[in-house]
């Protein structure tokens, strides 16, 4: 069984950690290692105080090695400070972006082997080796991607660094853009467009449909691979009753004229049938009246609990990702 998942941020993290202990109850005598393939957004990376920093692989990373702050949802745990209270001390980097000690040794040890000349997928390679995820990470391309915001204030528009807009402002300026700096340059980073390929299901997770999702599309070839795969591609909503999981998308999906719902963001996706991204759609129970409304725009879209609470819940939504997958195209091979 060879699932791909294309995520990015702190839901992603969740949601993959469910599909591994899904895929550990479903295939106890499995190579779950070899099975399932993260496709990780790069839009978030960041040049800062000299190193290289890479959020959503970096979230990935630690949430599956186990070594991730729950907490606080985000770097590591048994985090300390100390360094990035003395780069403020110096007037370095942003006195709003604080890097863990910890965290800042991930970066650290990034920036020197990107100097030695390696890539990032490369790289992202090395750093796994310390842990046993369970899951292979693929950073969606080598081409630094970061995204920007063209955002609207008094006086005019300017344009900023995503982290800024996110971390900074916490996404209150309106934004009118988002563009994400090379990306007509890039290219997939070896094995991505394979893992997609050679699945035997792909699922989108319920990351920010702008700018994690699609950052990772707007690299050139990963909609055409998503095209082309025979196997069915299925998305989870990001959306619960109107309302983002997670983060702040609701300020980003208005900037490219989707609603905040789960029904106006599987529209927004497309079905296959139709020049689309999926085959099908999970949408939450609170939700199922869009489930209509979905299916006659050619998805075969479903409801099942969403949240993910624990680890068990986000098995359990891995699972009906997964069944889902199973019907939209009938593949007894999957069971």
């Not at 959020?55 to 949430?63: A, E, G, I, K, T």
């Not at 199922?288 to 986000?314: E, N, Q």
Request: proline letters at 5%; a negative charge.
């Amino acid at each position: 069984m060879r699932i791909t998942v294309l995520a990015g941020g702190v839901g992603g993290s969740r949601f993959v950690r469910g599909v591994r202990e899904e895929c550990a109850r479903r295939w106890p005598d499995g190579d779950t290692a070899a099975s399932v393939t993260v496709v990780v957004n790069t839009g978030d990376d960041i040049w800062l105080s000299g190193v290289r920093l890479m959020p959503d692989f970096d979230s990935l990373l630690y949430s599956l090695a186990g070594v991730n702050d729950t907490e606080r949802g985000w770097g590591r745990a048994g985090e300390t400070e100390r360094v990035a209270a003395e780069l403020r001390e110096w007037g370095v980097g942003w006195p709003w972006f604080t890097l863990g000690d910890l965290d800042l040794g991930t970066h650290l040890a990034r920036t020197a082997w990107l100097r030695e000349g390696l890539t990032p997928s490369q790289i992202g390679e090395r750093l796994q080796r310390r842990w046993p995820l369970g899951v292979r990470l693929l950073p969606a391309t080598d081409t630094e991607v970061d995204t920007h915001v063209l955002v609207s204030e008094a006086g005019g528009e300017r344009e900023m660094h995503f982290q800024e807009w996110w971390t900074r402002y916490r996404a209150t300026l309106p934004a009118l853009a988002f563009r994400q700096q090379q990306i007509d340059e890039a290219r997939p980073a070896p094995g991505v467009v394979e893992a997609i390929a050679d699945a035997d299901l792909v699922l989108v997770a319920p990351s920010n449909p702008v700018v994690s999702i699609g950052t990772i599309l707007a690299v050139p070839g990963l909609r055409e691979a998503l095209a082309a795969t025979a196997a069915p591609v299925v998305g989870v909503s990001p959306i619960i009753g109107g309302r983002v999981v997670r983060g702040m998308a609701d300020a980003c999906l208005p900037v490219i004229g989707v609603e905040t719902s789960a029904e106006a963001v599987g529209r927004h996706y497309g079905s296959r049938a139709h020049g689309g991204l999926l085959d099908a759609w999970l949408v939450d129970e609170t939700d199922a009246s869009a489930v209509a409304g979905l299916s006659a725009a050619g998805l075969h879209a479903a409801s099942a609990p969403l949240w993910m609470h624990d680890l068990d819940t986000s098995a359990a939504l891995a699972g009906a990702a997964i069944d889902l997958g199973v019907e939209s195209r009938g593949r007894s091979t999957l069971v």
